[in-house]
């Protein structure tokens, strides 16, 4: 079965979703930090939706797949059913207060690299989340 989500519908491999990745992945990828990123796009409007993992964009559907919608298009198409909603304003909101909790300030980015290679660590926690 490959690496396939079972806590959630194959949206990729049914086609009700379209695809967020460029169509030639490996051309875009860029180094940051030692870390291959692939740039994603609104699915709706096309806008630059920043940058994810190359490793998370395969891991989806284990054919490269990848969903976005940015904050506009969320607001004004809502909610799509059977899946999270998280924008990034949340999540980056969330990294924030989990560092601040933890050390009382924002981590450099180097000591953020190092905690992610931690699997125990709250923010590898909260990277693997939202993922999944």
């Known amino acids: 079965m490959g690496n396939q989500s079972y806590d ?75 899946t999270m909603l998280m924008p990034d304003e949340v999540f980056w909101e969330r990294v924030k207060q989990t560092q601040l909790e933890a050390y009382g300030r924002e981590l450099t980015a180097d000591e953020v690299l190092e905690a992610l290679k931690n699997p125990n660590h709250p923010l590898t926690k909260l990277a693997k989340d939202r993922y999944t």
């Not at 519908?9 to 992945?25: E, H, M, T, Y």
């Open 8 to 82: 959630r519908p194959d949206f990729a491999k049914k086609g009700v979703l379209p695809n967020s990745l460029p169509r030639d992945v490996a051309r875009h990828i860029v180094w940051k930090a030692g870390v291959p990123y692939v740039p994603i796009y609104c699915a709706n409007c096309g806008c630059d939706g920043g940058w994810i993992p190359e490793d998370a964009a395969r891991r989806e559907a284990g054919a490269g797949f990848a969903f976005y919608l940015c904050v506009p298009c969320s607001k004004k198409w809502g909610h799509l059913a059977d």
